[in-house]
């Protein structure tokens, strides 16, 4: 292979692309999302600057893609934060598991999203619509809420999906530093809502080293919601250089 045609390759192996380099289209995205209240100084101590925190509020979310173009269908749980970066009202992706290794990958390479292997679940039963995330053979979480409550209003939805969101981006480099370390911005804005719900809800987080939901722990949950959508992802783009910032410092 020449060097003309490696560095024609977005991913690697360079035989085998784990995934395509382009914009993701998802048909029948469904989440679970809940908002709980947790420990103010807990969510301080995990909350990268400049980001700053108004309330200590967390929303755990589970999401199953069921129609995904170049992945297929997965499934993916996690915690995203509340924050504010300036003056505009955002979300700081903190934790995401996944049970696809190429959306994983995609994930991580192309943007900033803190995506790891895991084993959750979205299903119905007995009246509930039920999110779980397993690590190996542990239960980490359990969110539950009544299925199909209360509608909510599609506008609500809309602005729940298209907040903007921030991110840490790492990537080392070959002496054991890093070669780069932004915070990122994106925003999903080609979007439609296809059924919004809300109702009463529970969350339950256990203990893991591995996939510490639970060092936010739940003191009151705020909010739930159940959303079908359509949407494509949008590139992140940098907003801050903490390399170049400790240069500065330095």
Request: charged content about 25%.
């Amino acid at each position: 292979m020449r060097p003309d045609q490696v560095v024609r390759h977005a991913t690697t192996p360079l035989t085998a692309p784990v995934y395509p380099p382009r914009a993701t289209r998802f048909t029948d995205r469904e989440y679970l999302n809940v908002v709980y209240r947790t420990d103010p100084e807990a969510l301080r101590a995990v909350v990268p600057e400049p980001l700053e925190i108004d309330e200590p509020l967390v929303r755990f979310e589970v999401m199953r893609m069921n129609e995904v173009d170049g992945f297929g269908p997965y499934v993916e749980a996690g915690q995203v934060v509340p924050v504010r970066y300036g003056d505009e009202e955002g979300e700081y992706l903190h934790a995401m598991y996944l049970d696809s290794f190429a959306a994983t990958a995609a994930g991580r390479e192309l943007s900033a999203y803190p995506k790891v292997m895991g084993a959750p679940r979205l299903f119905t039963e007995a009246g509930t619509l039920v999110g779980t995330l397993d690590h190996g053979s542990q239960r980490v979480a359990t969110a539950t809420m009544a299925y199909k409550w209360e509608p909510m209003d599609p506008a609500e939805a809309r602005e729940q999906i298209t907040v903007p969101t921030y991110g840490v981006k790492i990537v080392p480099d070959y002496d054991g530093g890093l070669r780069v370390c932004d915070l990122v911005r994106t925003r999903i804005t080609d979007v439609t809502v296809k059924e919004a719900w809300t109702g009463p809800a529970r969350l339950q987080l256990n203990a893991h080293v591995m996939a510490p939901l639970a060092d936010l722990p739940v003191l009151e949950v705020v909010s739930a919601g159940h959303i079908l959508t359509d949407l494509t992802l949008s590139p992140a783009a940098p907003v801050h250089d903490y390399l170049a910032e400790r240069r500065r410092a330095a």
